[in-house]
Every structure is written in structure tokens, then in C-alpha cells.
RNA sequence: GGAUCUUUGGCUGAGUUGGUCGAAAGCACCGGUCUUGAAAACCGGCGAGGGUAACACCUCCCUGGGUUCGAAUCCCAGAGGGUCCA
């Protein structure tokens, strides 16, 4: 969420700041309107509750010492009703606040590139050299298949299209992936934890997947529960509504779980293979930092990512988003693109966000500044998607005859010397 | 699934015949005195959110309702935890 105070303080300034995301500035003043409206709401029922205290003290006094209550009685019971109805009309205009507030996305850094879509990313540098082939590279589904690692039909009998099943080799390539970067991260200080995949809708509020893009998630029937989309949200939420000590900070973690989508804008797009999946695993990494050292912890985490795919062998570029590409809750992106030989491009394999104290702000996640609490600032980034990153191995690794080389840093986690 | 107990500030833990309780006490923490320095001792401060120039004031004792002029304290429902039964 956006600092209320700092929009009725600074109207103008960040009014042309979201406007980059396209939030309507009427839209912004509608909003403003409101906080200050709330805040009318709340002074005019906290008065009343005020006089309403002290006539309740001033009962007790006139019980005890026996006096006759019965005009003060009359007063109170007046007063009583004044206060439903404020209480009400401030209940209403906290209720409209919010509807407007928690669907206003975090305002872009000032570095972020303005753009439509992801044509406009700004390329930052490209990391090893694609491989040449001296036959026609293989698409990943083709090369998965043929040698047997993962079956896509099967994946659909089970459940429903976009699952798959990953055998043998491609089962064990799996879980060594998912070794391999936890163990890298825990290198680079990223402190391993294991949470749940289902959490609550306050959960989702708190990283910002809703209410905005319930359609995106899967639910649990009859339950506020829901499958998570990303570990960003357990690991995020971890400190959601409290007020972390300073020296604890920054508080760099990471995670292997399942993430679940919905995927309901994409229907046509990546239809075969395992680009887009409903389910697949992501070893995530986030971040409860400090404001002051959140840009350092930024470049940090794309180094993490980055040099991950390098120990791997993998190309890959690094994009800056544009404002249009830019995700709900960030401020600033940077994605990592792996190069597919078989696609003749480069494809989303992590993307590292920045989302300052927007999170913070909506999860109530402080630290204690010296004297007085402060919102932290929340970073999250991939390390790695591995369904991708298998898609990269198989495509980047293959041979003229279709079996796949493994990396080498892999070799320890596959029992290869 | 059934029965029963329980849920208080960073922690431990008082407070359940409703009013003077935002909440005793201890620990932890911060500041000071003392000390070459530290410890101990002593003095002071010390929950959060909103609000104010600063006060005042409002809200919060698991959550949501209710009773009452007034609830941490009473009632109902729910959630978490413990114990017993199944």
C-alpha cells in the first residue's frame, strides 16, 4: 500500500509518479478525499467517545457516593446513539479507503524505464556467450520426452493440462537442482527455512497478491486458504505485525517450495512443455532489510541469481522492467533471462524485485529504529525457477543425438565424480 | 470427532464479586550515579497504532459479536495451545 500521509502531503509528486503505471490521477484525489474524509469520521466519533468515557467515570463517582444518576442516565443513553451512528459513517469510509487503497500499486523507482509492455525492458548485460550448434538445436519438450524424463501426457491424466511427471533422470536432475541452489544461497547468507504452501487471505493481502488477483490463485474450497504462488508470501509474511529488533536486520532467507498458479490470462501461451506449468518448484529467495541498505541487498540477490546460472553454465541477460512490465508490488525489477537454443531466445528464468515498503506497510513488518519503528523494505527474487532452469540444461547441454551433458557443479548432487 | 482447561505488554506473570487497569511484579532493554573500565548496587525510563507543535484525547489484554452508563474481567461464536477420551 501507499503512504497515505505522504499523498495528501505530496499530492502532485506522486500522483506523476503512478501515473507511469497508469493510475488515473482522479482516481489518486479520489483517494486522498477519502483519507481525509476518514479522518473527519474519526475525530467527530472519537470526541463523542471521549464524553462518553467521562460521563461513565463520573456514574461510578455518583453510585458510590449515592447521588441520583438518573439525569446523567439520560445524557449518556443521548449520547450512546450519537455515537452508533458515528461509528458507522467512519466504518463506511475506512471500508471505501481501502477498496481504493489496496488496488494502487507501489510507485515506480525514478530509474525505472518507462514502457507498454516487455518489449520496452531495458537490457543491462548479457553473461556468457550462447552456444553454437553445428545441427539444429532441440526444443526442450522434444528433448524431455525423448529421453524420458518427463512425460506430459501423464501429467494431464492426473490432474488437469499444464502438470507434468518427471521420471528418472529428470526426477533426480530435479531434486539435485533444488539442492544445488539452496546450498548456494546458504552460501551467500541466505539462511534456509521450510514453510507452509497453503496460507491465509491476510497473507495475501500482506505481499499484495490480493485483493487485486484472486483469479490467479488457487483456492481452497471452504477455506480462506490458498495454494501459494510464489514462497515470497510465507517468507515475507513470516514477520507480518511485528517489530523486529535492528541488529536482527537484514533478515536474508530462502526457501524450496511448490508454487501454484492459476495462469487464467494465459490461455494459448506456452501451451507445450514446461515453460508454464500450474505447479512447479521455485527455490525463492527474500529479504526483510533495512531502507538504507535495500539497494545493497538488491544487487546482492541479482548477483545470487545471476552468478547461479553462471555456476551452471547457463547464458543469461539481465533486463531491467519498465514501468508497464513492472509487477503490482514492486518498485523495481530486474529480470533474468536464460538463453533457450532451441527457441532462439532468451526466456524468464528469475525476476528480483524491490518493493521498498509497500509490503511492509500492508504486513506490518517494523524494525525498532533506535527510538521509533520503522517500516522495513522487502525484497524477493527467484534462485532459481528449476522447472526453467531444467528446460535451459536440456536445451543448452543437448546433443546431436539428444541426450543431455550434465553440469558440472551438478555432478556432486547426482552422484557423478 | 467428544470432554475439559487455557490465550494478558519483548519474555515470565498478577489481575475473573465489572469502574480508580493500558494493566502489579520480576527479567530483559535504555539512560544516569558510582568505577581506571566492567560487574554489582542505587535512581530514572521503558508496549503498539492513531492524533497533536507539544499535550489532551481515541483504539488495542487471541478474533468477532453481545450484555452494561462502564468489560482484560460477564455471555455467545470462532481460532490457537494443553490435558483426557475416542
Redesign the pocket.
Given at each position: 500500500m501507499i503512504d497515505l500521509?505522504q499523498l495528501q502531503k505530496d499530492f502532485e509528486n506522486i500522483s506523476k509518479k503512478l501515473k507511469r503505471k497508469g493510475v488515473d490521477e482522479a482516481l489518486l484525489a479520489e483517494l486522498k478525499a477519502k483519507f481525509e474524509e476518514l479522518?473527519v469520521a474519526?475525530?467527530n466519533?472519537?470526541?463523542l467517545?471521549?464524553?462518553?468515557?467521562?460521563?461513565?467515570?463520573?456514574?461510578?463517582i455518583?453510585?458510590?457516593e449515592g447521588k441520583d444518576?438518573s439525569e446523567?442516565?439520560a445524557r449518556?443513553?443521548e449520547?450512546?446513539v450519537k455515537?452508533a451512528e458515528a461509528l458507522e459513517i467512519q466504518r463506511q469510509k475506512q471500508e471505501e479507503l481501502e477498496k481504493i487503497a489496496m488496488a494502487i500499486p507501489n510507485i515506480p523507482d525514478d530509474d525505472v524505464p518507462d514502457g507498454e509492455d516487455e518489449d520496452d525492458n531495458v537490457e543491462i548485460k548479457r553473461v556468457l556467450t550462447p552456444p553454437t550448434f553445428d545441427f539444429t538445436p532441440k526444443e526442450h519438450w522434444e528433448l524431455a520426452e525423448q529421453n524420458g524424463w518427463i512425460d506430459f501426457e501423464r501429467g494431464v491424466k492426473l490432474a488437469t493440462s499444464r502438470f507434468s511427471v518427471a521420471f528418472g533422470m529428470g526426477a533426480k536432475l530435479e531434486r539435485a537442482l533444488i539442492n544445488f541452489m539452496l546450498d548456494f544461497n546458504a552460501k551467500r547468507g541466505f539462511g534456509e527455512v521450510s514453510v507452509p504452501e497453503i496460507v491465509n487471505r491476510r497473507a495475501l493481502e500482506g505481499t499484495g497478491q490480493l485483493p487485486k488477483f484472486e483469479d490467479d490463485l488457487y483456492k481452497i474450497e471452504g477455506a480462506e486458504l490458498y495454494l501459494i504462488p510464489t514462497a515470497e508470501v510465507p517468507l515475507t509474511n513470516l514477520y507480518q505485525d511485528?517489530?523486529l529488533k535492528a541488529e536482527e536486520l537484514p533478515k536474508k532467507m530462502t526457501a524450496h517450495t511448490s508454487c501454484f498458479r492459476e495462469e487464467a490470462g494465459a490461455a494459448g501461451r506456452d501451451t507445450r512443455g514446461m515453460i508454464r506449468q500450474h505447479q512447479f518448484h521455485k527455490v525463492e529467495l527474500v529479504t526483510i532489510a533495512k531502507p538504507e541498505e535495500s539497494d545493497a541487498i538488491f544487487d546482492e540477490m541479482v548477483a545470487c541469481a545471476s552468478d547461479m546460472l553462471t555456476a551452471l553454465e547457463l547464458p543469461h541477460r539481465l533486463v531491467t522492467l519498465c514501468t508497464g512490465d513492472l509487477g503490482f508490488s514492486a518498485a523495481k525489477t530486474v529480470d533474468l533471462e536464460v538463453w533457450l537454443p532451441g527457441q532462439n531466445t532468451y526466456r524468464e528464468i528469475s525476476s528480483v524485485s524491490n518493493t521498498r515498503d509497500f509490503q511492509a506497510r500492508r504486513a506490518?513488518i517494523?524494525y525498532?529504529d533506535g527510538?521509533?519503528?520503522?517500516l522495513v523494505h522487502t525484497l524477493n527474487g527467484s534462485s532459481l525457477a528449476v522447472g526453467r532452469t531444467m528446460v535451459a540444461i536440456m536445451e543448452n547441454f543437448q546433443k546431436e543425438d539428444g541426450t543431455i551433458e550434465i553440469p558440472k557443479v551438478l555432478h556432486p548432487y547426482l552422484g557423478m565424480s
Open positions: 500521509k479522518k474519526k475525530t466519533f472519537e470526541t467517545q471521549a464524553a462518553q468515557n467521562a460521563m461513565s467515570k463520573e456514574f461510578g455518583y453510585k458510590r444518576i446523567l442516565k449518556v443513553d449520547n450512546k455515537i511485528e517489530i506490518k517494523r525498532k527510538k521509533k519503528n520503522t
